[in-house]
């Protein structure tokens, strides 16, 4: 059962949004490029990551948290599209923007396990998730991560959002489907997830 909060919009964004948000991702990682983030176990994870907006989330040796800047050229993130903030405005909040967007590059082989969102100041404000490229497998539940799960695809231009009880709900990408788009350069899935990390 899907808990309750989750907004599944399948086809949400049309050819020419998905195509839009791809070119601004790739033109943004010229200048924060994707890199291979590390647990704070030592662990590589199996995506590769860069962000955009005032904020991003990264993980390292010192834990999970929220930077200002690239871990490693240093630099700020490049900004949102208005296309993102609009789509948050409409979906999420529109009194309040979203200060972060963590861009996951899934090339295929790349999957996240089971896990919740929760370095955030305020739970009260979604996450925004919009899937481009090839076609996720993608695994939902509970707040508990021993809650049954259910699993559904998103295709490229799908959009997902997680609030009220779905806010901390355990969710995860068993697979990638390789091949089932041609949007991303070099293959694979881009996946844009909105947040607001800060207080309000």
Known sequence: MIPSGFLYLPGRLDAEAQAAL???????????PFYTPITP??????????????????????GY?????HPVTGRPWPPMPQLLLDLWAELADPATPPDACLVNLYRPGARMGLHQDRDEADFGFPVLSVSLGDTAVFRIGGRKRTDPTRSLKLSSGDVCLLGG??????????????GSSRLVPGGGRINLTLRRARPA
């Open 41 to 62: 176990g030592g662990l590589p994870m199996r995506v590769e990551m860069t962000g955009m907006g005032p904020l991003n989330w990264i993980t390292d040796a010192a």
């Open 22 to 32: 791809v070119s601004a991702v790739m033109a943004g990682a010229e200048d924060a």
């Open 65 to 69: 948290r929220y930077e200002a800047a």
């Open 165 to 178: 009880e779905a806010r901390l709900a355990y969710h995860g990408v068993d697979r990638i489907l390789g």
